[in-house]
Structure formats: C-alpha cells, structure tokens
C-alpha cells in the first residue's frame, strides 16, 4: 500500500499510540489497584538513609556536566555531517575523503585541546596530575578494568578506611 | 481483500507482536539475570513459582500493580509520574525499524517483518534514544532529592558521551552499504562477511556503547548501589519504579537486536545464502528469525556474564573511557574505513 | 489524511512553543520545547525531509535542549527568581514586525521553498552531493566555527575552575564530582565521582 515514503511513518504513529497507551495503562492499572496507604511526615520526606536532611535536596553540581553537554553538541554535528558523506562515499571518492579528513582533523585539534586542557579528566585534581589515570587511558589499551592496579594511591587509601 | 485493510491489519498485527515479543522478552531478561546470577555466584535464584521460576515475572509484575505508590512531599508531581512514562515510552519506539526475520507472505503478499522499514533507519533509534535520557534527568530532578539527582545528571552525562561514540562506531558500516536503512545492512551482510569480522574496531565500540547507554555494569555508575542508593529510580516505588526497568530491559533488548543486525549478520544463517532462505518460503522466514533471535539471546547472555565479570568503573574512568578512547577510535575506524574501502588509484 | 496530519502538528507546534513561553517552571519550560521540536521533526517528515527531521530530533531535541536542561538544573532558580511572561509593549511591537516579514518571506517564497525542499533534502543523498561539491568551503568553515566552540566551552570551563578554586577553600572533590564544594554542609558520603571506589558490584 504505502506509494508515498510519507506512508512508512504511519506505522510509526500507531507504534507511538501503542507506546504511550501502554505506559498510561501501567501508570493508571497501578494508581487503581496499588495499595493506599496512610500519609505521615516521616514518609513525605527525601530519602536520606534515614537521617533528617540536613540541606535543602537539590543541591548545584558540577558544571563539568554542563561543559560535557556543550562538547556533546559540538561532536554530534561533527556526526551529523560524517552521515551524509558515508553514505554517498565512493561516489564522492578520494576528493571526499581528503575533505572530510581535514574536517576531522580540525575537530580532533579541539578534542586534544580538550585532552590537553583536562576537560575530560573528572578525577578530583590531585588524582588526575600526581596519579596515572589520564596517562593510563590515553594509552590505549583500551577498557582498563578498574582493579587494583588502576587505583591510585589514595583511593586504595580510602578503600582500607572504608 | 482490501489492500489497505490488509496494510493496516498486518501492521498493527506487528506492532502487536514485536513490542509484546520485547516486553516478554524484558521480563523473561530480568528473570534470567537473577537465575544465572545465581548459578554464577552458587545459589539457586528465584525457581519457585511456575516450573525452574518461569512464571515469576508475572508474580512480580502482579506485586507491583498492588504495591502501595508512595509518593514523597518533596517531588515535582507531574513529572515525576511523568518520568517512567518518558523511559519507557523511546525504547519502544526504537523497536519499529528492528528486521525482525525475512519477509513472511501471507495471501501472496510480501509482508517485511518490521514494523517501518525507515529510509534514515539507525539515525531514527538514535533520535529517539537521545530523548529516552531525559526520563532519567527528569526523574532525577523531579524526584527533589539528592541521590536521585546526582544518579540522574550522572547518567544522563554519561549517555550523551557514550552516544558519540555509538554516532562514530556504525559510520564505518553505512561507508560500505551505502544506505542507512537496516534491511540493506542485512542484505549486505548476507552477500558478504558479517560487520563484526570486517569493522572489528567498530564493533568493539558499539558492545562498549550497548553497555554504557543501557547503565549496565561495568557502567552503571548512575545506580551504584554503593554509593548512590538506587540512583535516579531511589524515591520510586510500585508500577513506576517497574516501568523505569522495564525501560531498561527493553533498552538493551534493543541493543542486542542493534547489534544482531549491525554486526551479526541480523537473520543470516552462516553458509546459508539469501536464495537458499528465500527458496523455503515461511519457513525459511521462520529459520531467520530463529537466527536472529538467538543472536540476540546470546548477546542478552552476554550482559549478564559481564556484569559479574568486571567490577563497576569510577565515573571518572567512564568518562575518561568514552571521550578519551572511544571518540579517536570512532575516528580511527571510519579514517581506515576510508581507506581501505577505497580502490588504490583513485585520486 | 495528510491535512490532518499537519494541524496537528503544526498546532502541536504552536501550542508547545506558547506552553514554552508562559510557563512558570524553567525546566517545564524545556520539556514544552522538547515537543515543540518533536512536532517540527513531525512537519520535516511531511515535507519528505526525513533526514532533517531526524537531525532535529537528534541534534535539537536530544542535544541541546540536554545543555539546557543541565544549565537550568545547574543554576537553580529558586521559585521566587522564576518569573512568567510578563507582557510589554515592545514585545507585541517585536512580534508584529517578525510576523510580517514571515508573512511576506513565506508570501514570495512559498512554494518555490516547498517544492525544492522534495528535491533537495528529501534524502541524504542529494544533500551529500551539494555539501561536499558545491559547498565545500563553507563545509570546512563550519569545521573551523567548531574548533572555535570548543575551545570557548574549555576555555569557559576553565576560568569557572580558577574563579572557584580563588573564592573558597579548596575542597578535594573540587575538580570532578558531582557534589558542589561543602559549604559547611556535611558531605553526601560517595556523592563525588572520585570518593566512591569502584568496589565490585554488590547487588
């Protein structure tokens, strides 16, 4: 049936009515069935290994989440350009690929800026300097399982406190 | 019969079917991650209700829908409720462009066994996931409570770098079919060698990504138990906090499929040609999908056994992980793709 | 079917961007706009723009409306600093003067934009064709814009860094961690990234 592409999306709608009714049934089902149970002050509260919270619950975070973000933007359009070019690749041929490298080499200048500069280093300061984490990943052996001997000294130090 | 009729009839029948199959398959998923946790840790696991514990799914979905919903004073209301719906409603859209076997013909006429064979295929599981993170932010902020927040913003973090690398890891294959659609990827896989022997680099990356973007461990820094409670999910209870993994079971349901059909070769059999499949009608589209569904089991057992392989990473070795290996890598991959694609001469 | 189809999303769009607009909430604010672009995706797919409808989803909705969300979460309006639309005459006068230009921008332009939009971005292969053939100066120049943005994003990152070390002491989770420097508050026991050692996985 589908003579127009604009047809292939129709399943996708049903599919989001599907979805969404789906999760509305879960939602509605459980609030009519679940239990009620009784309300009192100690149950309204935050969760907070049972102590009494002591400062308010949404506290700032780092704004190293807000600068990942802000990279993330910058790579995915660098994505979104390589997509077109793969696929039209061997017609476009050695023009297209020298094109695209010189786009991805001035993108990987600013991803070593970045590396070189420590956006990508979370560890609290003293840890990414003094101790061998970034020098460990940047090597290139790929996943390090985190055992032991990719812990620095002072998270084993913690590790025998705790 | 009416043609429309019977587009509509055979498209809402596969609706029907594949989300059901991933839904079952999720809650089949989570009891078999406590059976083979057991085994692998020599206890017995969940084997009481139906025959080996079979039926213990639907005794805990049951116990969820009469649990009592607690609802904390301090959350955002409406997206708090609205949070789990926001999980679980992405993963199973990204179920439509999944080929889940050959075509099937009923009354002569060919029916693909996918729900929407999508001219842009990958890059629409890919929007689409990019909007199932909000589910966990949201949750982590509506939730107005410290952990829930610190799981949520951590995890959000984390999928939107591992989502770089997922971009990068696949360029390589769309470089050799041409064409994002996924039954062309199958295509070309069943003429040729299987993506996971001829882009080994982009293949090692995309399992790498299917771990991180699903929170699993050796990722799954955002739930820690250990440190973050429960993460985005802590002030969650009842048919919510169910949803949130139902979200997550069918998420890596999704990978496992994604990795079938990228790298595995999706419903080819080994040695087996596409005429050959083609030459036993039905039950060769059957034999197909058997493939691939057991491609995606196997791959399914495969999270289960690394997460009782390799320790948790600090979230810190995470990040360092995706944005120092994994995006030059990516890169790496599609730069020797190029040229090894490329006939020599061609300048 | 397909008029339907654009009412709703186009009304969808409109109702959204509105819902953007005069929401009180900053971070429900962001989720308006996440449907609002949804709804945009939803008009591209109607124009056969799929590749662009999917770059909206991917690029807009997914990602920086992602930064938004983390700035907003970030800075923490009290409720008292949230503040709706409050209505000014400039505004209406700003308004009016864009709704005529879009007027008589859609007025010469209409259906010739429509009909080449089919051809042109209808699928990536074309789109591939004219960027790396006949825009490719223009396609290294955004390569150039990037570099720039990401060394601004460090740059920024890094002066936020210095700023904080110079105003309080110096607390060790300072650098990474997802906790904010105590302030005299008891620390969240593993809240910084760095303090919770990867220990195994009990479950």
Redesign the interface.
């Known amino acids: ?2 003579e127009s ?2 047809n ?5 709608l ?3 009515g ?3 009714s ?3 049934f ?2 509605v ?3 009519l ?5 009784t309300s009192n002050p100690d ?7 049972g102590m009494v ?3 308010p ?41 020298i ?6 080499a ?6 070593w ?3 070189a ?1 420590g ?10 300097r003094s101790g061998n ?2 020098v460990r ?2 090597s ?1 052996t ?6 032991g001997g ?2 620095s000294e002072r ?1 084993v130090a ?2 025998v406190e ?1 | 019969m009416n043609e429309t009729v019977f587009y509509f009839a055979t498209t809402l029948g596969k609706i029907v079917v594949f989300t059901h199959l991933a839904l079952i398959l999720a809650a089949l998923m989570v009891l078999g991650e406590r059976r083979i946790s057991a085994v692998m840790q020599s206890r017995l696991g969940p084997n009481r209700v139906g025959y080996g514990g079979l039926l213990q799914p639907i005794a805990d979905a049951l116990k969820f829908f009469f649990k009592e919903d607690v609802v904390p004073g301090q959350v955002e209301k409406v997206l708090y409720i609205l949070a789990p719906a926001i999980t679980v409603i992405p993963a199973l859209l990204t179920i439509a462009v999944i080929p889940f076997g050959p075509a099937l013909t009923i009354f002569g006429t060919e029916v693909p066994l996918v729900i929407a064979d999508l001219d842009i295929g990958i890059l629409f599981v890919f929007a689409i996931a990019s909007l199932g993170v909000y589910g966990v932010v949201l949750a982590g902020w509506a939730s107005n409570s410290r952990y829930p927040l610190l799981g949520g913003v951590r995890s959000s973090a984390q999928m939107i770098s591992y989502e770089l690398v997922l971009g990068l890891s696949v360029i390589g294959i769309f470089m050799s079919t041409g064409s994002l659609r996924l039954l062309d990827v199958v295509a070309a896989q069943q003429d040729g060698v299987w993506f996971a022997f001829s882009q080994p680099l982009g293949f090692l990356l995309f399992v790498i990504c299917a771990f991180a973007e699903t929170n699993r461990l050796p990722f799954d820094t955002p739930e820690a138990e250990t440190e973050l409670v429960a993460g985005y999910h802590t002030e969650y209870s009842s048919m919510k906090f169910a949803m949130f993994f139902m979200g997550e079971y069918t998420a890596m349901f999704v990978f496992a499929a994604l990795i079938s059909t990228l790298f595995l070769g999706g419903w080819d059999i080994p040695f087996v040609t596409a005429e050959q499949l083609a030459a036993w009608g039905n039950w060769g589209s059957l034999l197909g999908f058997v493939s691939f569904f057991t491609k995606c089991l196997c791959f399914m057992f495969f999270y289960i056994w690394v997460r009782w392989t390799i320790p948790r990473f600090r979230f810190d070795q995470t990040m360092a992980l995706g944005w120092k290996v994994g995006i030059p890598a990516g890169v790496a991959n599609i730069v020797a793709t190029a040229f090894i694609l490329l006939p020599p001469g061609t300048l | 079917m397909a008029e339907l189809l654009f009412w709703l999303m186009g009304g969808g769009m409109v109702f959204f961007t509105m819902l953007t607009i005069w929401s009180r909430n900053p971070v429900h604010c962001t989720v308006f706009m996440i449907l609002s672009f949804a709804a945009t995706a939803g008009l591209f797919v109607m124009l056969d723009a799929y590749l662009i409808a999917a770059m909206e989803v991917l690029v807009y909705a997914g990602a920086i409306l992602m930064l938004f969300l983390f700035v907003i979460m970030m800075i923490e309006l009290r409720d008292e600093e949230q503040e709706g639309l409050r209505l000014n005459p400039l505004m209406l006068v700003a308004a009016a003067t864009f709704l005529l230009l879009l007027g008589r921008a859609v007025g010469d332009l209409g259906p010739v934009v429509q009909s080449q939009a089919n051809e042109m971005i209808g699928s990536p292969a074309p789109l591939a064709e004219a960027l790396f053939t006949r825009f490719v100066v223009p396609f290294e120049a955004v390569s150039l814009l990037l570099l720039g943005a990401i060394l601004g994003v460090v740059v920024l990152n890094q002066r936020s860094r210095d700023e904080r070390a110079s105003i309080g002491p110096a607390t060790p989770d300072a650098g990474g961690g997802s906790a904010a420097p105590g302030s005299g508050a008891p620390s969240v026991p593993g809240a910084g990234a760095g303090a919770g050692v990867a220990d195994g996985s009990a479950s």
Do not use: H
Request: net charge positive.
């Open positions: 049936m589908p592409a604009l292939d999306y129709i399943p996708i049903l599919l989001t599907f979805a969404v789906f999760a509305a879960n939602l089902v459980s609030w069935l679940g239990k009620k149970g149950k309204e509260t935050a969760f907070e290994c919270p002591l400062t619950e949404r506290r700032r975070f780092s704004v190293k989440f807000s600068t990942v973000a802000m990279l993330f933007i910058i790579f995915d359009i660098e994505i979104v350009f390589l997509i077109p070019w793969a696929l039209k690749f061997r017609e476009l041929g050695m023009f297209g690929v094109e695209i490298l010189v786009f991805i001035v993108l990987m200048v600013g991803w800026y970045c590396v500069k956006a990508f280093d979370w560890s609290p300061a003293g840890r990414s984490q970034a990943f940047t290139g790929g996943t390090q399982p985190s055992g990719a812990l998270a913690d590790r705790s």
